[in-house]
């Protein structure tokens, strides 16, 4: 996209911001330096103070008749018109305001990870279980064998693909505005593929026959727990709960992590994230008092190694209710793999397939490639609703 010089911005005289806002008032000692009322957006040059000087002067010469000191002018010969158009008296601000779309947390929640190539047709991963047991030992008796048992998961590839077509006279005009159609285009398809990504890691894609699931209806996680109603507003909305109510919810969401994991994993130490509906985390904000410690400041002291993420996808997550998830990030746990918790396997974010010209425009296909996500280790993630 073409950039505006220096020369094409119109100056600035003054900025006022909504939080600074008060209404204009104007004084007599204002008025005696007129031009520098400008700065504030009133505009009076000199022609125009002029004219009303001397208007203001005939008028006292004047007298109750309506006739006047001139005579009525001769009507024109051309069709009436302002003396000049607006065309001539438009300034014209930088740049142009885009739109936007809700932000895209998955990559923030889980990260993303790129294996595999755009023309796979599945991601697998390997689950591997030790087994057999020690028993008492007996000179005569048989030696008890450990073995192992191995199975794959897998997940099915899909890719989604987004392409341009660019006129001739499209171009050269919208390079008038100081717009390149083609840049503004291009940006727009890598973003619709990343809004399709990201609408896969949340919910997966559901084509009848593959198995892309996402982040909140992966076929391994837990089931949802509804959370207790506060101590004396009796419901479990956090809106209507107390410091002591919420710190409760936060603290039964890390014991349940802890007691899952049979003690393989610290929630004091490890590296933990707490995955709220947008909006939710403003109540974190509540006090235990007045002048006393908020949410917030009771988990940097309680939990320094806890995350909070706010995605608005969790706001109708079970089935219309609001979701709140805790997960570990990794675990050490011996394993052979990444020790990843939740995984986004992405193939391909970006892949450009190629360029179609034509007599008087041209064609760009792009696409991506993602198998959604998958949780790898679901006795490290707890879920709760109603918040």
Known sequence: MLKFTKKDESPIHSSLSGRNWKPIEVTEADVVEY?????????????????????VQMAAAM????????????????TAAIPALVQFLQA??????????????????????????????????GMLEPTGNAVPYGDYTNIPLSSWNVNFEWRTVVRFEMGILVGLLEEARAARMRVSSSGV????????????????????????????YGFLNDPSLPAYVTLPNGATSGTTTWNTKTFNDITADIRLGMYTLEVQ??????????????????????FLT???????????????????????????ELADANGGQTSMYFYAESVDDGSSDDSKVFIQVVPSKFQALGVEKRA?????????ATAGVMCKRPYLVARFTGL
């Open 286 to 312: 509540i006090t235990q008092s007045v002048g006393g410690i908020s949410v917030r400041e009771w988990i940097r002291e309680n939990y320094p190694n806890l995350r909070i993420v706010t995605a608005p």
């Open 360 to 368: 008087k425009a041209y064609v760009e296909d792009y696409a991506n």
């Open 261 to 282: 994991s049979m003690g393989n994993i610290d929630v004091e130490k490890t590296a933990i994230t707490m995955a709220i509906p947008v909006g939710k985390n403003q």
């Open 92 to 125: 014209w601000m930088p740049g142009f305001v885009n739109f936007i779309t809700a932000a895209r947390k998955i990559d923030e929640l889980i990260g993303m990870t790129t294996i595999g190539s755009w023309e796979d047709e599945q991601i697998v991963q």
């Open 185 to 212: 285009k291009r940006g727009q398809a890598g973003r619709a593929l990343d809004i399709q990504r990201n609408r896969v890691g949340f919910y997966g894609f559901n084509d009848g026959a593959g198995r892309t």
């Open 35 to 55: 031009n520098a009322l400008k700065q504030i957006g009133i505009g009076f040059d000199q022609s125009y103070i002029a004219e009303l000087v001397q208007a």
């Open 63 to 78: 007298d109750s008749n309506d006739v006047g000191v001139l005579p009525v002018p001769g009507q024109i010969q051309t």
